[in-house]
């Protein structure tokens, strides 16, 4: 091959690097040079190829794997030097590595036939494609960057906005959109206070002065911080969506004061039992008396009523407040008739008539009372709530009847109903229709949650204007039916021997009076201390204990006598007024000895006194 002596055509070249000046494509860089090399020298043969960050060849133009070009162009991306060769007779070859300034980025191959030498034009060449092409390399590096860089940011639970020098938005990461509702580009080269709810200015001025400071707008609570580029002066706010803790907190603080109410109505409802056992057990005790005149036994069956009327309250008070894990047979239409009473009077007042219905032949079910009682009383408050809200006078229907082995309850109001897509998302948690902080949402899937947990289903029957009816279908027992107890009264009884434990002097007179009426003998205690003194000494058919007395208790006295004569111990009952505290549940389900609930009829102290005769 003659010595190169040919000068560059600074045509070509000025071209070439005219037409390679911004791209960032590597295989239009290649195609152009091909273009350029075709043009002025009329090749043979030619191929060129860009390499990647890897060193293995991205882009290709011509044919890398010519036999005349293969080996020279594997040799200069190999060696990163010029490769020289003969090709067809008359002809040669040559092979160009284009240098980067930390690697080879790629080669060109060229055969041809003639007297022209155009090894200067071809290096020239080499030399802007590896300029070109780096450039290509860094702006794809700096894509990539930014691209993980936003990626990175997209991905944070924070919602991030950098300012520049002048308080104009610079970038922001989708979070921060989605926060304020708009596109990562629409926000962008605005002031932050044209792009930022109002709501939020103070709180990004204290943040932007360097202190952390809580933001609102409408329903969102951010906490937004700052922090200052040293070098760019840039500021980076950092937005912490709050909202949604916000609300929980809100539904916590809600359920621990239901909690609280619930213990407040325990702790009353206690008390009440007290006094309560008193009135109905002289009322049932005067009542059966032959020689009470007649002129005052109305005005006693009126006591008789309204005690059991209030008796009644107080029960479905603890009992609504009451914990209950485990499931029992049950028969729905108490629970029904104890829901309906919690609500009446209040509904009365606000002109909305609440019915119940129950069908004679009911089944028993297996249920937690407790936990279908709270469903019902979802429901009934829901139905409330919806004719409160509409402003008209309305009806609450509660209706029960027999459904296969089970029951099905319906509760029907005739309210503003629902449209369809309200419907769907009744039982979804957190959703409610109701204004803010008149309602969590949890209502209705915490009572889903209930009756599937029983085995059971609820529906929604609704349309805008129709009213609304929800459904609950729950399962029949799978336990056979337990046989019904003898009643007390139809079996003779012998004369027991008696101990009433009590620290309510009004207590103790009413169950001695009337044990003693009904030809017992009977002894009294005031404390655990003394109850326990006199069963260590004495032997009784039967010891009638309250459970919580300020001495000693019901329970401390039980320990000690199942310690110290534990035949004695056989013989307790207990009574109380405190069936909410899960202490309590657990220990006389633990002992497993009879219990009289305050305030209790005759009939349940005649059923113990039975017991304890037929031992």
């Known amino acids: 091959m003659p010595r190169d002596t040919a000068s560059p055509d600074p045509n070509v070249l000025i071209r070439f690097a005219a037409a390679v000046v911004g791209m960032l494509r590597p295989h239009s860089v290649l195609d152009n040079l091909t273009r350029e090399v075709k043009a002025f020298l009329a ?36 060696t990163g030097e ?48 590896a300029v070109a092409l780096e450039g290509a390399r860094i702006v794809e590096a700096a894509d990539w960057h930014r691209e993980g860089w936003e990626e990175a940011l997209d991905s944070l639970g924070l919602a991030i906005c950098i300012l520049d020098r002048g308080g104009r938005i610079e970038r922001v990461n989708r979070v921060f959109a989605g926060l304020l509702g708009a596109a990562p580009a629409g926000v962008l080269r605005l002031p932050w206070a044209e792009a930022i709810p109002t709501d939020w200015h103070a709180g990004i001025r204290a943040a932007l002065a360097g202190e952390a400071a809580e933001a609102r707008s409408g329903d969102h609570t951010v906490v937004v911080s700052a922090v200052r580029g040293l070098s760019s002066g840039r500021e980076v706010l950092v937005f912490e969506d709050q909202t949604e803790r916000r609300h929980l907190q809100e539904r916590l603080l809600q359920s621990e004061k239901l909690s609280a109410i619930g213990q407040l109505i325990a702790g009353v409802a206690h008390d009440l039992n007290n006094p309560l056992t008193s009135v109905v057990g002289f009322a049932d005790f005067l009542a059966e008396s032959a020689d009470v005149p007649a002129r005052i036994r109305e005005p006693l069956r009126v006591i008789q ?22 499931r029992q047979p049950a028969a729905l239409r108490p629970i029904l008739e104890a829901t309906v009473g919690l609500f009446r009077n209040n509904l009365d007042v606000e002109a909305i008539t609440l019915t119940l219905d129950v069908a004679p032949d009911l089944p028993d079910l297996d249920l937690n009372p407790t936990q279908i009682q709270q469903v019902f009383v979802n ?77 059971g289903r609820i529906t929604l029957t609704t349309a805008p204007g129709e009213g609304a009816t929800f459904t609950v279908e729950l399962p029949g027992r799978v336990s056979a039916q337990a046989a019904a107890p003898v009643p007390a009264e139809s079996v003779p009884m012998r004369p027991l021997q008696v101990l009433v434990v009590d620290d309510e002097p009004h207590i103790l007179h009413y169950i001695r009076a009337t044990l003693e009426a009904w030809g017992h003998r009977v002894e009294t205690a005031s404390d655990g201390a003394v109850a326990l003194d006199r069963a260590l000494t004495e032997d009784f058919d039967l010891i009638i204990s309250d459970l919580r007395m300020p001495l000693a208790g019901g329970r401390e006295f039980y320990e000690a006598l199942q310690e110290r004569k534990p035949e004695a111990a056989q013989r307790v009952a207990f009574s109380t007024g405190d069936t909410v505290r899960g202490d309590t549940l657990d220990f006389l389900e633990a002992q497993g000895r009879p219990c009289l609930q305050k305030p209790f009829s005759l009939a349940e102290l005649r059923q113990i006194l039975h017991d304890a005769a037929v031992r």
């Open 43 to 78: 090749p043979t043969a030619m191929a060129a190829v860009a390499l990647n960050q890897q060193g293995e060849i991205e882009s290709a133009s011509g044919d890398p794997h010519h036999p005349i070009l293969a080996t020279p162009l594997a040799a200069a991306l190999r």
């Open 82 to 129: 010029p490769q020289q060769g003969s090709g067809a007779p008359g002809g040669a070859v040559l092979a160009l590595p284009f240098r980067g300034r930390q690697s080879i980025l790629g080669a060109i191959a060229v055969a041809w036939a003639g007297d022209l030498d155009p090894t200067t034009t071809l290096a020239g060449l080499a030399a802007v494609a």
């Open 305 to 326: 009523q309204e005690a059991e009327r209030a008796s009644k309250i107080v029960k479905n008070l603890l009992s609504f407040a009451r914990r209950q894990e485990t």
């Open 379 to 455: 429901l009934i408050q829901n139905a409330a709530q919806a004719l409160a809200g509409d402003g008209q006078p309305g009806t609450i229907r509660v209706s029960a009847r027999r459904w296969m082995s089970g029951a099905m309850v319906e509760v029907t109001d005739t309210g503003p109903g629902m449209d369809a897509a309200l419907a769907t998302q009744a039982f979804e948690p957190f959703f409610t229709t109701k204004p803010e902080g008149q309602g969590t949402g949890l209502g209705l899937s915490i009572s889903q949650g209930i009756v599937k947990e029983h085995g």
